[in-house]
């Protein structure tokens, strides 16, 4: 689920963009810290294999075929942070070479995607990847990461004023459902699958298992849920609640000033209000993303 | 396939082709938010930018109908939720979605067919995007062409052996075929990234890259960024005021 | 003058316990071409990537004089070239210039220097026409001779050549065998092409099982084992 640009309101893409820079940092700097230089080449190869993936069909169903999307499989055999990596480099090439996902909604994405889903659908594996329940966590990563994806996407779709019909509504989370689980499916087929073919490829979870690290892909998961709740009974969240909390109007005056003449037609259209809170969420995130990388 | 049009593409020689990755990317980037914040008169600025776009076309020589049609390809989205619009009764803002991703995808193919792809990331990583991820985009698009080609033949020779039979009878062992020919993909995907390190260690990599050429940001580059940027918001600010 | 190359006792076991060289000794002379000839997984890849220290094993490898080991390797890298079997792994670079100059960027040159030392490789091969372009554009038998060029480009002493006649077609083998003829390092080639190294070697050595189990001229060491292709008449 590839938001393109055009879609997102200026506040969501902004603050999404301002969310998701810091954390590709973040990633990044563990991704490379993990690994030896062999990472580069391995990282990319495999990011070509995901995309090489797509072409290969799953049957699901009569008639129909589901592919692998590919984060959580790549979060139990890279670890996370280096999955997060190759997901972002997937999606920057899907966004410049292929048109798929926008530029401008490349931080959403790269959030929904590369971190949140990747976060998600390693979890289950991050808690239960050595017991014998492995497999069923491997699933239940599988199902966990789209699920996560999907739900913020439409999350951010919501808040940014796309209208979402009830019936609509219920038929796309139905959907979402069933190609987490197909997700889910596919991706312990695929471990199983290697492991008869190269017994012990599978990396185990990391030794020291930080609480950290599972407190934030809760975050990532409730965050996916709260905001589906959260759009649906606020319909024009975003725009009401800078409103509410008086961002706007500051912000207003102190744009306009300098544009006097301009001030009717430029606030008739209100997003000077709109980029003024989308750039003080944009400082609050970007914050809060600078002290969860310090910290580690 | 498409990547291998673009990326002929890319390597034109027009004025715009000889622009600095750097001056493209921000020009694009105030393109795309100065289209991305606009809510009013929406039908004459989406107009006026894409005459903008299309003179883009034009001057970098690029196949007009082909290139159209590439940009299309985020169309069926768009349509879908263009269409939940306009049963929910916004029209207006289906019509928005479709011209508004349209052109953005447009613009962004302006781009990106005028710049080859590793010329683009050097680009980015200038602006202060971190480098190793870079070149993990550059060595997947490196790889793409040749392990999709991969995939491609596990395809036809899952085909040759009957796989495309329909029916549910079949369903399980097919997914578990399936299974099977992406856990080789990946194996061998795994071998090859072992093999380009070793090709790389035996011609004495550090562990870090070095560029061999820089681009460089020009006074043409200055010239061509400001004067775009500023005719994109004077256009929009005059469409608003006017209209 | 010592020889180039000089291996004693190697032996190398992979991590699932497989016993790949098996106690192998080896010597190259300056100016001579070795052909290393045996079945597949009879350890010829293994013993090449021994040498330059990309896998190390039990037993001596000294290449130029060096020890090769873990701290020579950048050394010792300088000195022996290997071109990999699959030129798509060794072609890594977005476009050909690029990838030939990879080399001379590692030992330190200017980005203009190495572009320079890049095209000459180039031409030296006979691909300059090609630098702008991505290697996956190229053909099998221009892939080869890029990969050749980024090697000669970091200006080695001896080159390594693994099966390079894989995937060309015969008029490509011929330029191929041209191409390594005029070239005036001392060369090891695996292959199992026996007309090729009929062609270009001075002397082959036969891996059986991770050990050397003969060698003398390529011709001696093919009739030995059985590895002539003849056309079987009718008795």
Partial sequence: MHIPDGFLSTPVWAVMDAAAAPAVGYVVRKAQRGFDDAKVPLLGVMGAFVFAAQMINFPVGVGTSGHLVGGALLACMLGPAAASVVMCAILAIQALVFQDGGILALGANVFNMAIAGVLAGYLPYHLWGRGRGRRAAIFAGGTLSLLTSAMLALAELMISGVRMP????????????????????????????????????????????????????????????????????????????????????????LIATPLKDYQASWLGSGWPAQAAAGIAGLGLVYGACLMIGRKR | M?????????????????????????????????????????????????????????????????????????????????????????????????????????????????????????????????????????????????????????????????????????????????????????????????????????????????????????????????????????????????? | MPPLILVNQLRYRYDDGTVALNGVDFRLEAGETVALLGENGSGKTTFALHLNGLLTGDGSVEVCGIAVNARNAAIVRRKIGLVFQDSESQLFMPTVLEDVAFGPLNQGLSPSKAAEVALTALEQVGMADVAGKAPYHLSAGQKKRVAIAGILATNPEILVLDEPTTFLDPPGQRALAGLLAGLPQAKILITHDIPFARATCTRAVFFRRGMIQQEGSVEEVTARQGWEFRPRRAE
Wanted: charge should be positive; glycine fraction near 8%; hydrophobic fraction near 55%.
């Fill in chain 1, 166 to 253: 009830g019936p609509v509504l219920g038929v796309s989370l139905a959907l979402f459902v069933v190609s987490a689980l197909v997700e889910g499916a596919i991706t312990v087929a695929v471990v199983a699958a290697l492991e008869r073919i190269q017994p012990g490829v599978l990396r185990a979870p990391s030794a020291g298992r930080s609480p950290a690290f599972a407190a934030l892909a809760l975050v990532a998961i409730l965050l996916a849920a709260g905001g589906v709740v959260f759009a649906s009974t606020a319909p024009d969240g975003i725009e009401r609640l800078a409103m509410q909390t008086g961002i706007a109007s500051h912000a207003r005056t």
């Fill in chain 2, 2 to 243: 498409h990547h291998v049009t673009l990326d002929q593409w890319s390597r034109g020689g027009s004025a715009l082709h000889r622009r600095d990755p750097r001056a493209k990317i921000a020009t694009l980037i105030g393109f795309l938010v100065v289209l991305g914040t606009a809510h009013r008169d929406l039908a004459w600025l989406g107009a006026a930018l894409f005459a903008i776009l299309l003179a883009g076309l034009w001057s970098a020589r690029l196949p007009l109908g082909p290139a159209l049609a590439r940009a299309g390809a985020v169309l069926p989205f768009t349509a879908v939720f263009a269409g939940i619009s306009w049963l929910a009764g916004d029209p207006a803002r289906g019509a928005a979605l479709v011209m508004k991703s349209y052109l953005s995808a447009l613009a962004v193919l302006l781009v990106v067919s005028t710049t080859p792809l590793p010329l683009l990331l050097r680009g980015m990583e200038m602006t202060g995007a971190p480098r190793f991820l870079l070149m993990v985009a550059q060595f997947l698009y490196r790889y793409l062409f040749v392990i999709s080609e991969e995939a491609q033949h596990m395809r036809k020779a899952a085909a040759a052996r009957g796989a495309t039979v329909q029916g549910m009878a079949g369903n399980s062992a097919r997914f578990k075929a399936a299974a099977g020919a992406l856990a080789v993909l990946f194996a061998r995907s795994y071998a090859r990234a072992e093999d380009i390190h070793r090709a790389m260690l035996s011609r004495g990599f550090p562990g870090y890259f070095r560029p061999l050429s820089a681009p460089q940001f020009g006074r043409a580059d200055s010239l061509f960024v400001t004067f775009l940027v500023i005719s994109l918001i004077v256009i929009r600010i005059f469409i608003e005021k006017v209209a």
